[in-house]
């Protein structure tokens, strides 16, 4: 091992690296030269961001690794990618990925979702207009109320949403009173003393058949069928659905107000199957979504398999409503969709320089769906740099400022990278 020689360093000759600005730049290197050595000279000679990614190939360049190991010559190119520092700091909304803890900075590659995570939720973002809300029909759901409330029309609401959800109206009443107004504690105390008022919700006894099902809960239970499906297929040996459960849907369904479900959802995973153990101690609405779940974990693999779909594998509830939101979108995401294939290919140095009036038309538009909430610059310019791994796009996905799960960006994403797919297979 002995060390290089000034003409040994300086055999390898120059390096082509081109940034999502559009600069394209030839960089003499030596042999012995690091990619955190050229990331750091591409960056001077660029200036702007003070954090920074090299992209080759769609794989993100550990520092420690030799140009040398990667690059024969000029006709390779390798993607400069800036990541602008937040303005200001926010603590990480609850519900964050776990990708968002500090590690180690050794393993570069595996860090950068966490500094993208970190850049995008600095960045203060609006509230979603009540036209598209970005969330899903389930979070409309209110689950917890600020107590005690001295508003009678905001009390009259609470007592509405329990008389919903099938309890008599005197003990929907009494029950908000002694809880201080809060209604997820009502329901509790409601379902604790049932026998108080001679049966459940006030209706004939039965100590064998489960309570009627509101209508609202009927409607939420169609919404997270996905969801249940998913934990299903954990509980069958999915690991990747079982994080992506673990790690971001089942804390947001708690957040919501289904108290008591994630810890139920993890006695199913360690083998339990007795519903009426199970629910003990839940909420009838929460209990309910508990007997659903096990109905699918108790299918036979071959059953549940087969009604499996996109939405299943990545726990995302339904959400009806944004359908014809997506399909207004459909065109101009398959034409982000056509510009990243070529950007892709020019990236490599296998095609010519994309259409300048194209890409500033779907730069406008990329700008327009990040104020419209909608999370896609990031994500837009790693495919473009070549990055197809579609959990490491999921994973750029930042939860909502209130800390629920972005899914009506998730959708958008999944959609663009399906046409991908198509194009480039």
Not at 261 to 283: H, K, M, P, T, Y
Not at 349 to 372: H, R
Not at 382 to 405: E, T, W
Request: net charge negative; with cysteine; proline share 6%.
């Amino acid at each position: 091992d002995t060390a290089d020689t000034p003409s040994d360093r300086s055999s390898m000759g120059s390096v082509r690296v081109r940034s999502m600005r559009g600069a394209d730049i030839s960089l003499p290197i030596a042999s012995s030269s690091s990619f955190g050595d050229l990331r750091a000279l591409v960056a001077q000679r660029l200036g702007g961001a003070t954090t920074s990614v090299l992209v080759h190939h769609g794989e993100v360049m550990k520092d420690e690794e030799l140009v040398s190991t990667r690059i024969s010559g000029e006709e390779e190119v390798i993607f400069f990618m800036e990541i602008h520092q937040p303005i200001m700091e926010i603590s990480t909304p609850q519900g964050a990925l776990e990708l968002l803890s500090s590690s180690s900075l050794a393993d570069f590659s595996a860090n950068l979702m966490q500094r993208i995570q970190q850049a995008q939720q600095a960045q203060p973002r609006p509230s979603q207009p009540s036209a598209h809300p970005q969330q899903p029909a389930q979070a409309q759901r209110t689950s917890r109320q600020p107590a005690p409330s001295q508003n009678d029309r905001q009390n009259t609401e609470l007592v509405t949403q329990l008389v919903d959800m099938g309890f008599p109206r005197a003990r929907a009443e009494t029950a908000l009173r002694l809880n201080r107004f809060d209604l997820m504690d009502a329901v509790n105390w409601l379902a604790e003393h049932q026998e108080d008022s001679g049966a459940p919700y006030g209706g004939p006894a039965s100590s064998s058949a489960s309570p009627a099902v509101p209508p609202q809960v009927k409607a939420l239970e169609s919404v997270f069928e996905p969801v249940f499906k998913a934990i299903a297929l954990a509980a069958h040996g999915n690991h990747e659905v079982r994080r992506s459960l673990e790690c971001v849907r089942l804390p947001a369904m708690e957040d919501d107000g289904w108290r008591g479900f994630s810890a139920c959802v993890q006695r199913i995973w360690e083998g339990e199957r007795d519903a009426e153990s199970l629910c003990v101690s839940l909420d009838p609405n929460t209990a309910h979504f508990v007997r659903k779940v096990i109905e699918f974990v108790v299918m036979p693999e071959r059953d549940l398999l087969a009604q499996i779909d996109e939405d299943c594998r990545h726990a995302l509830p339904r959400d009806p409503q944004f359908n014809p939101i997506l399909n207004q979108l459909k065109p101009n995401l398959r034409r982000l969709a056509v510009y990243a294939t070529k950007a892709t290919k020019v990236a490599f140095g296998v095609s010519e320089m994309t259409d300048a009036e194209e890409e500033n038309q779907l730069d406008i538009f990329v700008e327009n769906m990040e104020k419209a909430n909608y999370q896609l610059k990031t994500i837009w310019d790693m495919l473009c740099a070549g990055v197809r791994s579609s959990q490491d796009l999921f994973d750029c996905i930042s939860p909502l400022s209130n800390g629920k799960p972005d899914d009506r960006s998730f959708r958008i994403v999944r959609l663009i990278l399906h046409e991908i797919n198509q194009l480039e297979n």
